[in-house]
Nanobody, 124 residues
Framework: QVPLVESGGGLVQAGGSLRLSCAAS????????VAWFRQAPGMEREFVAR????????YYGESVKGRFIISRDDAKNTVSLQMNSLKPEDTAVYSC?????????????????WGQGTQVTVSS
């Protein structure tokens, strides 16, 4: 198992910023594809961003491109999501996920391990 724990969620006004963190114990995140997904009430889970194994190349969903930045800190064994210029439509539960397969991309089913999620609420 790769227990994942998210932190950093909260309430912010539109235009503001939040930084989410995903921490792991028992495994080294550098050896996994790590992604952030989000799910709003009544909506399907949506891909937000992912960072590849080793080289740490970042990919983003269209709705967050240019506003969010995913990064990895190998010394702390964490993956962060810096969220800028937040909009009310960014309101959701954000979860991090890890996959051993390099094929994991934007589909939730491709990920082996999940955190519990953290709530992000953006007020207008």
């Amino acid at each position: 198992q790769v227990p994942l724990v998210e932190s950093g969620g909260g309430l912010v006004q539109a235009g503001g910023s939040l930084r989410l963190s995903c921490a792991a114990s028992g495994r080294i995140l550098r050896n996994y594809v790590v992604a952030w997904f989000r799910q709003a009430p009544g909506m399907e889970r949506e891909f937000v961003a992912r960072i590849t194994r080793s080289l740490g190349i970042a990919y983003y969903g269209e709705s967050v491109k240019g506003r969010f930045i995913i990064s990895r800190d190998d010394a702390k064994n964490t993956v962060s999501l810096q969220m800028n210029s937040l909009k009310p439509e960014d309101t959701a539960v954000y979860s991090c996920a890890a996959a051993a397969s390099t094929l994991a991309s934007t589909t939730p089913t491709g990920y082996d391990y999940w955190g519990q999620g953290t709530q992000v609420t953006v007020s207008s």
